[in-house]
């Protein structure tokens, strides 16, 4: 068979194999509770029930927080019940949080009413989770985000230049030094360059940028950029123990090739290798400090043409997704979709390459490893491997998107000559189509090695119909024996792509904003008393200070102007756990939702003339039907 035919061969097998999945899971029709409960030779469920199930009252053991695609959220749910607990907004305006209403938010939020979160990363200490912050990537406008577990509250968003498509993003490193950003699709560089598609090859590039995280208040600033070559960085991980100090991204299309109407698909597949872009960052930071950068569009960037030692490649099956690097740090492993095996790296063999210089060639100053030099073994996992995870006892759990499937294999070490097949262990169907999978504490450098989770595709009908557009399927797995077991099926937001599971001791979140604690300094437009409730006129702008108790607004009447600016503070001073207060005024499209002593603040003009009633949104006490005022605009 000649390259295109092995190429059409290799699609039609991931095709068929789409479709004998699809097939297969419309055998088993769901059944409601009574027709499964009165079926017999229920141990096995009776036992997955006991497993999952979390008492009124009881508390999950583990916090799962899953990324919700396009809705630009996060979701929080607990393990092993799978409930879902929170929504966290990052991307989006969500009204049930008053989030993208008030000032500070609006600001984050910029120009953008939606954002494409898909892997959210935890900081960490010593490689362990340690509970202060949740990174997450927007990859549809090239941004990052940080929240703060203490208050499960988006804190900071940050765009940076020269990035297109933030999708190898958020990666932490063992000690929080930097999380990753990565360009997905390559744009004209510098950001605003126009260049046409069909110069994609000389005038397109990539970019892969670390960012800087304050170790004391998660603040997040660029700390670099490394230009790279027109290919689509896509997962990425960040090493540990004898990968410290190294961040790894898979890329497809290495053929640099756009061709419109080409169908990338196709043209992106036609070599049989792609590439996983290993950095070194102490390098980077060495260059940054040497000055061996140009700054561009306000960006650091370091050419690797003039800077050797920052990057290099090293080939991994075509059309790679995810890249995970082992909790001990030393395998990093990487997933080609079209090859049914998912390849090994040496951490020890990588670190001997480069001090030997055992190069295949150099790509646009970026040495490319030799491959048998630092393949340590490509295991036979199955069809379509996208991700890995891991459960700390020595086995990892690959992702199979064309056979629905989880395989279960075996780190190194490996007998010498032995046939590979004998170290995948164990595999366990989906419903169905799995992307990434999540183990407890996986991303860590000791997991836990009890509960894994599956974020699969599609639902294919597993729960009460809802019209077309249904939810994805995430599948709760025990993987504390040999074999693994299916636990329960839960139906999440979308469109989950990543998620983290965190040992729920590890977070402290607060009940209340304590009055004086100097963990939340004073909103410096906070108010605690009826007395310094007030209303202030300045030419045409009308300032409010706006108090918020059981169940009453002082003030509670507001008249202004046709066309005044209108600020109001407002400050709910409960400091009872649960005691929110909302503030909305009607057919103004305001809804501010304050915390127990927080201070939101909402600007705008009065430009409708008449009569407006604003209420209490969150049902407070047994009075808060009375909890309303009036907005006179005249
Ligand atoms: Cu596989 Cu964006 Cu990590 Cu979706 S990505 S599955
Ligand atoms: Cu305050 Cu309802």
């Known amino acids: 068979m000649n390259k295109r035919n092995i190429l059409r061969a290799t699609l039609a097998l991931f095709v068929i194999g789409l479709f004998v999945g699809l097939a297969a899971c419309g055998k088993k029709p769901p059944q409601r509770r009574g027709a499964r409960a009165g079926a017999g030779g229920t141990s096995d ?296 095996t998912t390849t090994v790296f040496d951490m020890e063999k990588i670190k001997a390459a480069i001090a030997a210089k055992d190069f295949e060639e150099t790509i646009d100053g970026i040495p490319v490893l030799t491959y048998n030099s630092v393949r340590e073994a490509e295991i036979p996992v199955g069809l379509g491997p996208l991700h890995t995870q891991f459960d700390g006892k020595g086995y990892a759990y690959t992702s199979l998107f064309v056979e629905s499937a989880v395989a279960k294999w075996k780190l190194p070490p490996y007998d010498d000559g032995a046939d590979m097949n004998q170290y995948v262990v164990d595999k366990l169907p989906v419903a169905y189509n799995i992307g990434h999978l999540v183990a407890a504490e996986g991303d860590s450098m000791s997991p836990d090695g009890n509960y894994l989770v599956a974020l699969n595709k599609l639902s294919k009908g597993r729960h009460l119909s809802v019209g077309p557009s249904i939810p994805e399927s995430a599948q709760l797995i025990d993987i504390t024996g040999d074999k693994m077991k299916l636990l329960y099926d839960a139906f999440t937001e979308p469109e989950p792509h990543y998620a983290l599971i965190i040992k729920a001791d590890k977070l402290d979140p607060i009940e209340v904003y304590k009055k004086g604690d100097p963990e939340w300094p004073q909103h410096p437009n906070a108010i605690w008393s009826t007395e310094e409730a007030r209303i202030e006129r300045k030419g045409k702008t009308v300032e409010v200070w706006m108090m918020a108790v059981r169940s009453f607004f002082a003030p509670d009447v507001i008249r202004v102007n046709r066309g005044d600016k209108v600020i109001v503070h407002v400050t709910n001073i409960e400091q009872t756990r649960d005691e929110l207060h909302g503030f909305a005024i009607n057919e103004y499209n305001i809804n501010l939702v304050i915390d127990p002593g927080e201070t939101k603040t909402v600007t705008f003009t009065a430009d409708k003339s008449g009569v407006f009633a604003f209420y209490c949104t969150n049902f407070c006490s047994a009075l808060h039907q009375e909890m309303q005022g009036y907005f006179l605009v005249k």
Request: proline letters at 7%.
């Open 45 to 340: 469920l009776a036992n997955a029930a006991l497993a999952t199930y979390v008492a009124p009252g009881d508390l999950d053991e583990y916090y799962l927080f899953y990324s919700g695609g396009h809705s630009g959220q996060i979701f929080v749910a607990g393990v092993p019940s799978m409930r879902h607990i929170a929504t966290i907004p990052v991307f989006s305006p969500y009204p049930g949080t008053g989030y993208g209403f008030d000032d500070e938010s609006k600001e984050m939020l910029g120009e953008y009413t939606w954002g494409d979160s898909h892997h959210p990363g935890f900081s960490e200490t010593n490689g362990e989770y340690d509970g202060r912050w949740l990174f997450i990537n927007d990859n549809a406008q090239g941004r990052l985000a940080r929240i703060s577990l203490r208050d499960f509250k988006t804190k900071q968003i940050i765009t940076i230049p020269n990035i297109s498509a933030n999708h190898g993003s958020s990666f932490v490193t063992p000690n929080s030094e930097y999380v990753t950003m990565a360009t997905r699709m390559s744009v004209p560089f510098p950001e605003g360059t126009y260049a046409d598609v069909t110069e994609y090859a000389s005038e397109y590039q990539g970019i892969v940028a670390g960012i800087k995280i304050d170790p004391d208040d998660g603040n997040l600033t660029l700390g670099w950029e490394i230009l790279v070559p027109p290919f689509n960085y896509d997962l990425g991980d960040a090493g540990k123990g004898p990968s410290d100090g190294f961040l790894f991204w898979t890329c497809y299309n290495s053929e640099r090739e756009f061709i419109e109407g080409g169908k990338l698909e196709v043209t992106a597949s036609q070599k049989d290798k792609d590439y996983i872009l290993m950095v070194d960052y102490r390098e980077a930071d060495k260059a940054i400090a040497a000055g061996s950068f140009k700054t561009i569009k306000g960006a650091p960037v370091i050419f690797p043409q003039e800077t050797a030692g920052v990057a290099y490649f090293i080939p991994l099956a075509k059309s790679p997704h995810g890249v995970d690097v082992s909790p001990s740090g030393r395998w990093i492993i990487g997933s080609g979709k079209l090859s049914p």
